[in-house]
């Protein structure tokens, strides 16, 4: 019996080793399986935080570029506003002179009546009740507060307003993001500083300051031309009979002048004027019109800004001593014969101006020259620890973006501007993304 004899479960302790092996293969496995799990949710989280957080970021811009916008409309409001008050500045002068005039009948309200008919005289006869209103439009009275009110909140509220805004746009949006961010990880202490870094901002030079006499200008005049009460007031009546055969096709004229206009400095300007012009006729000039300043009121912001309207400084108080033809000859270029304004009385007007205080179309934001061809977009990279110190590398991009929320009238395209607060917010694609081929690829 030479040969070794083999029991039986001789290699049972060989296959416990193989199955030891296989349970910790599969345990490993497991465990790398729950590791891979939670840097995918870890990483998921952070994605869906960095997000909200470039979306509030967003919506932060979109907030401050309405509320310019709505402040460029509040400017607006104000200088239509401003108009309304030099208006009713000048039509308090007017008042105040014809009732000066209709007291001392230069010229008599009844002749007046008899020339144009009776509503004329009628009309004429009523100013008496206007005598005093020339205080309200004094450069102390209740319209030259008002006016300078409305100036103040201009400059030293909305002007100032704008200028923070703009300011402190980037600091705000950063602390939005941030406290985002920490809404999101509620686990972290308070003073808890996230790796954070912005790798691309448009902000910087998208909105610029603007001068006033722009498209601020255009927008008041637009608003202006809504209100009848600002716009030209001009009427003529004519007599019905001949004076002299030579002037057969010429009349007795009553002449209401009146405009509320924009300067060339951005200054609000009302002037109001009445006259009677009785034709005349003599062998020197032939036929021309002799002025009768009935009633007249003019309005600057600023004392130094000339009267457009012909006019001359020193016009004489009467004409009793000195033919009024003559002295327009000698001391104007006036057109007494074919002219169609109130010059005398325009005069009147400006030796009697008051000193209103005011600064004309202020300077305000809107977007720059460039802002059509990139968008509002910035971009965000957020680092933070993962599982097992695994540092987690997260992507993100909010837009702010300027759409109508429907069509032009007209039809044709509008660009975005800080007039219209039709501002939004949305992410949009990071530079670094794989196939973003452009600064601001947008997620639709």
């Known amino acids: 019996m030479g040969r070794a004899s083999v029991l039986p479960g001789s290699q049972a302790g060989q296959a416990l080793v193989l199955g030891m092996i ?46 310019l916008a709505y402040i460029n409309r509040a400017h607006t ?74 100036d103040k909140t201009v400059r030293e509220v909305l002007v100032a307003v704008q200028h923070e805004i703009v300011r402190g746009l980037p600091a705000v949006r950063d602390h939005a993001i941030r406290h985002i961010l920490a809404r999101n990880y509620p686990e972290l202490p308070d003073d808890f500083r996230f790796n954070l870094s912005i790798d691309a901002d448009a902000w910087p030079g998208y909105v610029q300051l603007q001068s006033g006499q722009g498209a601020l200008r255009q927008l008041v005049r637009q608003a202006a031309g809504l209100y009848g009460f600002l716009g030209r007031r001009h009427q003529t009546g004519f007599n019905t009979w001949a004076v002299h055969p030579v002037c057969a096709v010429l009349r007795h004229q009553l002449r209401r002048r009146g405009s509320t206009y924009l300067d060339r400095q951005g200054i609000w300007q009302s002037v109001d004027t009445q006259s009677f ?41 009467n004409f009793s001593n000195r033919d009024f033809w003559r002295w327009v000859s000698e001391a104007t270029n006036w057109d007494i014969i074919t002219g169609t304004g109130n010059p005398l009385a325009t005069s009147r007007a400006a030796s009697a101006r008051q000193r209103w205080q005011g600064g004309g179309l202020p300077a305000h934001f809107d977007t720059s020259s460039t802002a059509a061809r990139r968008p ?61 081929t452009r600064f601001g690829g947008v997620h639709e």
């Open 376 to 436: 509002l977009l910035f971009a965000l990279t957020l680092r933070h620890p993962g599982p097992e110190g695994l540092l987690i590398t997260t992507q993100a991009a909010g837009q702010s973006f300027f759409a109508r929320p429907h069509s032009r009238a007209d039809g044709g395209h509008e660009r975005a501007n800080l007039f219209h607060p039709y501002w939004q917010a949305r992410l949009a694609s990071h530079p670094d993304a794989p196939g973003n």
């Open 22 to 67: 296989m349970v910790g293969l599969l345990a490993a496995a497991m465990l790398r399986y729950v590791m891979v799990g939670q840097v995918a949710t870890a990483k998921s989280r952070q994605f869906h935080a960095l997000d909200a957080a470039a979306y509030s970021g967003a919506q932060v811009q979109a907030r401050a570029l309405n509320m």
């Open 277 to 317: 012009h009785a034709l005349r006729f003599n062998r020197w000039v032939g036929c021309y019109y002799r002025e009768y300043p009935m009633g007249w009121g003019w309005i600057p912001a600023r004392s130094s800004i000339p009267l457009s309207q012909p006019h001359v400084t020193n016009a004489p108080e």
């Open 77 to 150: 409001g104000h200088q239509v506003a401003m108009a309304h008050l030099v208006t009713l500045g000048s039509w308090s002068l007017l008042g105040d002179a014809q009732a000066r005039q209709v007291a001392v009948g230069n010229p008599p309200h009844y002749l007046l009546g008899m020339l144009f008919g009776p509503s004329h005289g009628a009309a004429y006869a009523a100013a008496r009740r206007a005598v005093g209103l020339k205080r309200l439009a004094a450069t102390q009275g209740e319209l030259a507060a008002a006016y300078a009110s409305h």
